[in-house]
């Protein structure tokens, strides 16, 4: 039993490439969520997923795209990336224990854009 | 807007030290409170979370937090911390049926001297 799982661990790109982190789990959750980590700001919520085949906004979710592949996969798209994008990206699954919910957190993908 | 406050940014001890780090959220519903800690280069781990019931709520570690309703406050405590516990400690907050989204407060640095 892995978790959740996050490829890459690193990655460097130039302004303006795109790029896709694959995100998984395989605890059979049905929800689903990235986030980004900044220094000072905590973790921020880009998009989250309810349940296979819908998506939605969080807080911060311009220059990003996302595809519920299928209920273990989650991945985020940066289309043209941009300086300020650097950051840390956290995948997260929850599940729900007696009507209520717990988030379990993925290894991170540490991006950086030049 | 709905927010989450760690008002301590930084925090240093020595080893035995007691610890108090304090989470105030604005929220206006029911609330389910959080506090994960994310060890140098790792992912976010949950130490405890509040549902219902007992205001007071013991994690792993050794650590435990008490809600206070009036103060809208969930603040963490240790008696006695280790080198261990360096870390960094963030609060977060979702909302009872609003599709647990969290809202994470901005973090507080611990360093834990020997």
């Known amino acids: 039993n892995a978790g959740v799982t996050q490829t890459p661990k690193f990655q460097v790109l130039k302004t303006g490439q795109s790029m896709t982190l694959q995100c998984a789990q395989d605890?059979?959750?049905?929800?689903m969520y990235w986030y980004r980590q900044d220094p000072g700001m905590g973790l921020r919520l880009i998009y989250y997923?309810?349940?296979?085949?819908?998506?939605d906004k969080g807080e911060v979710p311009n220059g990003y795209n996302v595809s519920r592949l299928n209920k273990r996969e989650f991945s985020l798209r940066l289309e043209s990336a941009a300086p300020s994008q650097t950051s840390v990206y956290f995948c997260?699954?929850?599940?729900?224990?007696?009507?209520?919910?717990?988030?379990?957190f993925g290894p991170g993908t540490r991006l950086t854009v030049t | 807007a709905q927010s989450v406050s760690q008002h301590n940014h930084h925090v240093i001890l020595s080893e035995a030290a007691s610890l108090e780090l304090g989470c105030n959220y604005s929220?206006?519903?029911?609330?389910?409170l959080f506090w994960y800690v994310q060890y140098p280069g790792q992912h976010l781990q949950l130490l405890l979370k509040?549902?219902?019931?007992?205001?007071l709520v013991k994690g792993i570690k050794g650590f435990e937090a008490e809600f206070i309703k009036s103060k809208f406050s969930f603040n963490l405590r240790k008696p006695s911390v280790q080198w261990s516990d360096t870390a960094e400690y963030f609060c977060?907050?979702?909302?009872?049926?609003?599709?647990?989204?969290?809202?994470f407060g901005t973090g507080t640095q611990l360093k834990v001297e020997l």
């Open positions: 997260a699954s929850s599940a729900r224990l007696a009507g209520r919910y717990e988030q379990y």
């Open positions: 605890m059979n959750h049905n929800s």
């Open positions: 997923s309810a349940s296979e085949g819908t998506t």
């Open positions: 929220y206006g519903g029911t609330v389910n």
């Open positions: 509040y549902f219902s019931g007992d205001p």
């Open positions: 977060a907050v979702s909302l009872t049926g609003g599709g647990n989204k969290l809202t």
